[in-house]
């Protein structure tokens, strides 16, 4: 178990180099930043030229690569167009995307599995149809509608909550933007567990459970919830990410400076510092998620081992 | 490993058979056969169920309007007067008028082809890519899973916006395909892992055991004992994914990188309705386009129901 | 929709249920920040640092506008550049000019402001090695070429303008390159303002919390989340602030300034989202500001193509131009905030000033009809089709694009005439242009850096001017404009460019489609709030009750 840990954590270092080259081709791809710095006037090529330098997008694009792998190394991200910092970017976006990402992840775990188990469950009956006119609402209408509805409705008719989330973030702040960032997984969430419950009901260790007389809740609990969890926790474990990066709507919405908001900005500016240290960072964050799935398959299921 | 011997028993090279039939995509496997495959036996029930019926009727309907919209709309829906812009439904115009002033009802028909081609393609593209890479990854195990995993992680990493920006902007072609292609590019990974995890625990279940011990062949054990019984994730994913990556191809469409016009489809519609809130004042120009997004979802959700009880074999 | 509504609120019943519990505790505190008399406005991040020759857009301009005063200040309600610190600027030759600053100005840290203040500020904004993005506004000073070479490869071969000299504390000499009449009216721009010496002993200091000698100073700056602004009690100029400060705050969505707005948690709100200007008379009533600012959109034609030369390509723009019904678009598309222009100038700049309404007469007027017949006898549309291409990311140009689009179609009576070409990024889109690769209309617009009509034509139409987006030529243009440039008097120098407009109107190298009104709105706490010709509200004269 601990090697298999340490050869997980040791494929990291091949993937975070292949992500950071192929994001930073990709950016480069977009094209020269330099002439946007200036508005609707036509940049000055000696301006210009002057920020390319600075910017370090005056070299070839490996000696670009190697000059920010080198930076890295020692710490420096690099430098964001209005001056500020990678690193002080990515210290401030991450711990609120993170808390948003959890805030999100907890609704998606607790009322998606809730609602998937009942619903998997009572088959056909009138709460399933209605998770599932609500599934079909979650997905036909835009999280911008469905967020800025709910942001008008609590925030101004009701003043319940404020519509923009402070910049400190604070955990109960982020419930009604962690809710609309989960809808979307939540109907994946309640999906998945209802199909899995409903296929492992008629399972035989079920039957087998049932008629030793075990209690109705044990049996529901110990016995189908813990087999129908791994399609459901891959799920979650490759959503954190999701959560994490793809909350641009979300954010925008309720003002929220996470990742998502940074990220985006840096595709649309074509700042490569900033979208390729987001990212690196993102992917580490995958990887980790995907090693504790991996590691949990062998807590649901005893008959996965790792060496 | 692989033990082609065990096909040589007559009984295996018949399955094998028609486990082939179906994975070339004819769903009638030969019958004539005494011993029934799970498949064919799958679509005997299927044919029997009428939440599949209606669900197949249902998608029918919306294939052939996306193919002939003439057949229930006569407007043109790029004929628009700005001068109706945001007009409530109205004899003969049913549905309204958008913001552009063009006829909804028209815009909502037309645009089916394009949200369907998308959502049906792209689902099918990140299925098969997904499942195969997910399910060879948690088949194999050992360097092959590590590789892929790997990989998928890597893919996992790429934003969606920069994706497709990039992808997008420096391909030439216009129209659906580059679209499709990205959406599948992009947004496979994610079935991968599920496919992977559902593969793994299949592969623990006691009748996989006892086939690998009878000498059942890598192919044979995947297709006849792992796949359905992995299925049932990937087609709820899927069914899912199909609305989402409708409303994707907005989100595309709407970094200029996506359908252009005059390519009308739902998606578009959906997030112009959206944007500069429009829906406030108007309802009309939201619900009719996000309606019938709703009921395409809705249709493979059943479809995929419909087909999961079917594959299942304690059901019978 | 009334079915979808009950649905959402549906979902937004479970939100409620769990936000219930812990929501209510934090829905009242965030309102302190804006305590007494302070006013809490929204504030959109700067896009480059703080400096004033590099801010290029108004969400930096708004705080320099608060903590610098230059030579010059633009009159918030007429746009007249007026002497704010300037005791007077004197020529013989409009070409020379001596400047005396008025005694007892000082920054906010406590340092007077001097002549030298201004003289090495232009220099650094003007020197290539500082790469300020608005050094182009020093380019007329004697000595630009030298320490700000044109070619890309080129070193600077000076530390200093040699036009700018030091007399004493008090006043300088400009020498420019060749006579400009109105150079002085340029220098309310913020590119032009004093830095102290702090500036440029601690530089990453003063870029944390810049010092300027401005109505305001910075009391505390959290880089892109809020400025916290207060009153500077040693401020020399008339406009001192009739308020205790300003509390910026960042939003990434305008929308939900304004929801913030309608929720009580903020004041003011600059520039309303489109997407709400709808709503906004209703939701705000005369709490809600809709005034004219030195804003024009145009679409320019890229007449380095073959298909755009000549008479038939001329012809072609006017019939494209007439179909375009503008008096629909903006009222429909953005609700009265823009208003059809008829010249190509703005309407701030007032009569006097050289706005002409309906200087462009039939050519910016609809007639569906007969621009159907100018393009038809113009030999069509090249290729019988027409793109419209602009960046889609920022402001909501997908509709009228789209709007432009289907009033031409409309008029050509073929709906495949006219197709938006949406780019995705703004740095895509300015790099097509400017790399020439346009082939058919494409969206230009220019907000003015001050307001003189030479601003709205020179910089945009004059041969290889920065802007010339559309690669226009022409030598009558080119010579009106050297013309009144060298006028002593104001208002004949403003007539002669009036008639290099009317070249313009012949040529049409780009068509006007409408002039930018700034829109604001505000609290009931808040009264007596303007927008400048800028469209950034006038700080200073806001009164808090």
Redesign the interface.
């Known amino acids: 178990m601990g090697r298999y840990v340490i050869r997980r954590l040791l494929q990291m270092i091949p993937v975070f180099i292949g992500a950071t080259f192929l994001i930073f081709v990709m950016v480069y791809a977009l094209g020269d930043p330099v002439s946007a710095l200036f508005g609707d006037r036509g940049p000055d090529p000696a301006t210009a030229k002057a920020l390319r330098e600075e910017f370090n997008l005056d070299h070839p694009l490996w000696q670009q690569y190697l000059l920010y792998m080198g930076k890295i190394f020692s710490g420096d991200f690099g430098t964001a167009f209005n001056g500020q910092p990678v690193t002080e970017l990515m210290e401030r976006a991450f711990p609120i995307s993170f808390r948003l990402a959890l805030v999100a992840l907890t609704f998606e775990i607790v009322l998606g599995i809730v609602l998937g188990v009942v619903t998997g469950l009572r088959r056909g009956r009138s709460l399933d149809t209605t998770v599932l006119i609500l599934t079909l609402v979650v997905i036909a209408v835009p999280t911008f509608v469905l967020g800025t509805t709910g942001q008008f409705f609590l925030g101004v008719e009701a003043g319940w909550i404020d519509p923009a989330v402070s910049p400190d973030a604070r955990l109960d702040e982020l419930i009604v933007p962690g809710l609309i960032l989960a809808l979307v997984s939540l109907a994946y969430v309640t999906r998945l567990t209802r199909t899995s419950v409903a296929e492992n009901t008629r399972a035989d260790y079920i039957r087998t459970a049932i008629a030793k007389g075990l209690p109705r809740r044990r049996v529901t609990v110990r016995h189908l919830l813990r087999n129908s969890l791994i399609p459901v926790v891959t799920y979650l474990g490759a959503d954190i990410g999701t959560l994490m990066a793809g909350a641009i709507v979300t954010e925008r919405i309720f003002n929220i400076q996470g990742v998502g908001y940074q990220l985006y900005q840096g595709i649309l500016r074509q700042n490569s510092p900033t979208v390729v240290g987001f990212v690196v960072v993102l992917v580490l964050i995958f990887l980790l998620a995907n090693l504790l799935v991996d590691l949990l398959y062998a807590v649901l299921d005893p008959r996965i081992r790792y060496a | 490993m692989p033990d082609q011997q065990s096909d040589k028993t007559p009984f295996g090279a018949q399955e094998v058979a028609a486990a082939k039939g179906l994975t070339a995509g004819t769903a009638t496997a030969p019958e004539t056969t005494a011993a029934r495959s799970l498949w064919t036996d799958a679509w005997h029930d299927l044919r029997r169920n009428p939440v599949f019926i209606v669900s197949a009727l249902l998608i029918l309907f919306l294939v052939v309007i996306s193919l002939w919209p003439g057949l229930i709309a006569s407007r043109d829906p790029q004929r628009c007067q700005l001068g109706r812009s945001l007009e409530g439904p109205s004899a003969g115009h049913w549905f309204g008028f958008d913001t552009q002033g063009c006829d909804v009802y028209t815009r909502t028909v037309y645009g089916a082809r394009a949200s369907i081609t998308v959502g049906l393609c792209a689902t099918l593209g990140v299925a098969v890519l997904g499942a195969v890479v997910g399910g060879l990854a948690g088949f194999i195990g050992g360097f092959w899973d590590t590789l892929l995993s790997r990989l998928t992680d890597v893919f996992f990493g790429i934003p969606l916006v920069l994706g497709a920006i990039v992808f997008l902007s420096m391909i030439t072609l216009t129209g659906i395909w580059p679209v499709v292609l990205v959406i599948a590019a992009l947004s496979w990974p994610q079935i991968a892992r599920i496919s992977r995890g559902s593969v793994i625990t299949a592969k623990q279940n006691d009748y996989v055991q006892a086939a690998r011990a009878l000498g059942a062949s890598n192919s044979r054990m995947l297709l006849r004992h792992i796949l359905p019984n992995a299925v049932a994730p990937v087609i709820v994913m899927a069914t899912i994914m199909l609305g989402t990556f409708i409303a994707l191809e907005a989100t595309l469409s709407y970094l200029g990188v996506g359908l252009r016009p005059p390519t009308v489809s739902w998606g578009v519609d959906i997030s112009a309705a959206s944007d500069g809130m429009q829906f406030r004042n108007a309802p009309h120009i939201l619900l009719y386009p996000a309606a019938a997004l709703s009921l395409t979802v809705l249709a493979f959700i059943m479809l995929g129901d419909a087909v999961r009880d079917a594959l299942d074999p304690k059901l019978r | ?5 009950r ?6 019943g ?3 249920i ?3 519990a ?6 009242d505190d ?1 309102g302190g920040g804006g305590g007494g008399g302070m006013i809490r406005a929204s504030w959109g ?5 703080l400096e004033p020759a590099n801010t ?2 108004v969400q930096g301009g708004k705080v320099l506008d608060m903590i610098f005063r230059g030579l010059k200040r633009y009159d918030p309600e007429t746009g007249e550049a007026k002497d704010e610190m300037a005791e007077s600027i004197e020529t013989d030759d409009q070409q020379n000019f001596t400047v005396t600053i008025e005694d007892g100005w000082t920054f906010s840290d406590g340092t007077p402001v001097t002549a030298a203040s201004y003289v090495d500020a232009w220099n650094y904004g003007a020197h ?6 608005a ?2 506004f020093f380019q007329f000073i004697d000595g630009y070429d030298e320490v ?7 070193e600077a071969t000076a530390d200093t303008l040699s036009g700018l000299r030091v007399l004493d504390d008090h006043t300088f000499t400009v020498r420019l390159s060749e006579p400009f009449s109105l150079w002085p009216e340029t220098l309310g721009y913020a590119a032009y303002a004093p830095l102290p010496r702090a500036f440029f002993d601690d530089h990453d200091a003063w ?1 944390a919390k810049p010092i300027g000698n401005g109505p305001y100073e910075i009391e505390s700056y ?5 400025m916290t602004l207060v009153r500077y009690e040693g401020f020399k100029g008339k406009d001192a602030a009739q308020n205790d400060g300003v509390e910026l ?5 305008n ?3 304004y ?2 707005l ?2 009580g ?1 903020l004041d003011l709100i600059d520039d309303v989202p ?3 200007l ?2 906004a008379q209703n939701d705000l009533g005369d709490r809600y500001i809709n005034q004219p600012a030195g804003i024009i959109q145009t679409v320019s034609f890229p007449l380095y193509e073959d298909a755009w030369e000549g008479e038939d390509g001329a012809a072609l723009r006017r019939g494209l131009s007439m179909a375009i ?1 503008r008096e ?2 903006t009222s ?2 953005f609700h009265d905030t823009r208003t059809p222009a008829s010249d190509f100038t703005s309407p701030v700049l007032g009569d006097a000033g050289g706005y002409e309404e309906g200087l462009c007469g039939e050519a910016c007027t609809y007639d569906p009809d007969r621009a159907k017949q100018l393009i038809e006898e113009a030999g069509g549309l090249p290729d019988g089709r027409i793109t419209l291409t602009s ?3 920022t402001g ?1 140009h ?2 009228w694009m ?2 432009v ?3 031409i ?2 008029a050509l009576d073929d ?2 005439a006219c ?10 889109f ?2 097509q242009v ?1 790399g020439r690769e346009m082939t058919g209309m494409f969206r ?4 003015m850096d001050y307001p003189l009509i030479q601003n709205f034509l020179q ?1 945009l139409y004059y041969t290889d001017a ?4 559309s690669v226009y030529r022409s030598e009558e243009f080119d010579r009106l404009v050297d013309e009144a440039n060298s006028e002593a008097d104001e208002a004949e120098a403003v007539n002669t460019f009036r008639e290099a407009e009317r070249v313009l109107v012949e040529d049409l190298p780009a068509i006007p489609l409408w002039y930018q009104n700034g829109t604001a709105g505000h609290s009931e706490r808040l009264e007596n709030v303007k927008l400048n010709p800028f469209s950034v509200p006038v700080f200073t004269e806001i009164k808090v009750s």
């Open positions: 929709m009334r079915r979808s509504i649905l959402t609120s549906a979902v937004a479970l939100t409620v769990v936000a219930a812990t929501a209510c505790g934090g829905g965030s991040d700067p896009q480059h640092p290029n857009e290539i090695e500082n790469a300020q993005v050094s182009y700000h070479p044109a070619e890309e490869d080129a870029l959290q880089r892109s989340q809020s705050r960042v939003y990434t969505d929308n939900t300034a929801t913030d309608q929720a948690n489109a997407s709400q709808q709503n019904n629909e678009i429909r598309i960046n889609v990311d909501s997908r509709q789209d709007a689009c289907n009033s179609n409309n709906t495949g197709t938006v070409n949406p780019v995705p990024t703004f740095a895509d300015r790099n400017t230009t617009g220019w907000q910089p920065s802007s010339n987006d």
